[in-house]
């Protein structure tokens, strides 16, 4: 895998669905993602939150990816508590034969899994940073370097 992006769902109403502006969130990110997708395999995961899986599907639809996978474990809030370890073993074995793997997530995952991902993959220091919704952290994996996306 070059490229590493992951994302913090967009905006949402009280029903946990995206609303207009996370849409257009999510098609904005989309924008600055696809000129490194050109000609690359890619694979996008999606937490299964509603609000998640109608920022992938928005992502998957702009990009025109066929589909994309959905993981319980991606899923962060009160209800659902944070596995830091299982999410890298995750993304670490999603991203075998993919050259770009895109990870739609929650405020806790977007926040510290590219420290946690630079630290334990790549072997350098990415700085935590909490992302708004409709973010993404961007990392490219040959350079080691991080991006903050929208």
Same mark, same amino acid.
């Given at each position: 895998m070059d490229l590493l992006v992951i994302v913090r769902h967009g905006n949402y109403g009280a029903d946990d669905r995206l609303n207009d502006l996370g849409r257009d969130q999510m098609r904005h990110l989309a924008e600055l993602v696809r000129p490194d997708l050109a000609g690359r395999a890619v694979r996008l995961l999606s937490s299964?939150? *509603?609000?998640? $899986?109608?920022? !992938?599907? $928005?992502? !998957?639809? !702009?990009?025109a990816l066929a589909s994309?996978?959905?993981? @319980? *474990? *991606?899923?962060? @809030?009160?209800?659902?508590?944070? @596995?830091?370890a299982a999410a +890298? !073993?995750?993304? &670490? #074995?999603?991203?075998? =034969?993919?050259?770009v793997l895109l990870v739609v997530t929650h405020l806790e995952y977007a926040g510290y899994l590219p420290t946690l991902f630079g630290k334990e993959v *790549?072997?350098? %220091?990415?700085? #935590? &940073?909490? +992302?708004?919704? =409709?973010? =993404? &952290?961007?990392?490219? %994996?040959?350079e080691k370097t991080a991006t903050v996306l929208g």
């Open positions: 299964t939150a *509603l609000r998640a $899986v109608d920022s !992938a599907e $928005v992502l !998957a639809q !702009a990009l994309f996978e959905r993981h @319980d *474990l *991606l899923w962060s @809030d009160n209800r659902h508590r944070e @596995d830091y +890298l !073993a995750l993304i &670490r #074995e999603k991203s075998e =034969g993919v050259d *790549l072997q350098t %220091c990415i700085t #935590e &940073r909490e +992302l708004r919704r =409709g973010q =993404g &952290r961007s990392i490219r %994996c040959v």
